[in-house]
């Protein structure tokens, strides 16, 4: 978040924390003593910030960037995974640019394109386009090249689907009372499994080096599907709404919270996934740094 010296907590998601850039800086270097080998940024701009279009997302000096460019200075060994989506830079919420009540797909991978670039020139290691637009990764690889950016991977976001899950993850990044409509319209049906196989083999023809799974726990299938079909290092996203669940009933004393984390995990592994974004990693990390 904007501003200095800022730790705030978000309260769907207990233990996780909106944090201004320097914050955000120190977290990191825990992350990087823990052996965690890479952590994923997400921005919550001013609201003065957002338009229609998502102009902010082009901006080299933006929130995402300084992030960026701060945590590689300190910490430049461990893996900044960034975002190219347009929803927290967009005054509806929305991961595209919307017009007429409709997502324009091919606008929105220019824009996606280049906000790629931007993300690359501050120090992003792993560029993980999840707006779900057609054909985003060949516009990402092409744009990647062309800058010099040869060396900067591409983790698709190739299977995101139109879940319930994502609610608290919207509060963190201020776009719950934003968003209209819904995203059903670019984000895959969760009946869809062959869809989602087929999008990933679109995205895979394209240049993508990693496959990403959103949410992770409701689609282990979708995991296993898709690492069996591609072969590629396949990622699970385990979701704010996964992580809110555990931590509620744990709270509540009806789960034994730790043993309940590291089924999941070892689910998604069993699963075939060779890595796992997870609200929980600085948590597990410690345990199995103690063990």
Known sequence: ??????????????????????????????????GIPA???????????????????LNADNLINQ??????????DIGI??????????SHGHDGILRGG???NDETVEAIARAAVIQADAGSDIIAPSDMMDGRIGAIREALDAAGHQNVGIMSYATKFASAFYGPYREAI???????????TYYIDPSNGTEAIRDAALDVEEGADMLMVKP????LDICWRMKEAFGLPV????????????????????????????ETLLAFKRAGCDGILSYFAVDVARILAKR
């Open 235 to 262: 990622f699970a996203y385990q979701v704010s709404g996964e992580y809110a669940q555990i931590k509620a009933a744990a709270a509540n004393g009806w789960i034994d919270g730790e043993r309940v984390m590291l």
């Open 39 to 57: 952590i994923a940024t997400f921005p919550n701009i001013d609201m003065a910030l957002r338009d229609e279009t998502g102009s902010d997302s």
């Open 216 to 219: 992770g726990l409701p689609y």
């Open 67 to 76: 992030a960026t460019r701060a945590i590689k200075k300190a910490v430049p």
């Open 81 to 90: 995974i960034t975002d190219v989506a347009l929803d927290p830079f967009t």
């Open 1 to 34: 978040v904007p501003g200095s010296g800022i730790v705030e907590p978000i309260d769907a998601m207990p233990g996780v924390n909106r944090m201004s850039v320097y914050k955000a800086v120190e977290a990191a270097k825990e992350a990087a003593g823990l």
């Open 102 to 104: 409709e997502i324009v």
């Open 174 to 184: 201020g776009t719950g009372g934003l968003l209209k409509g819904d995203k059903k």
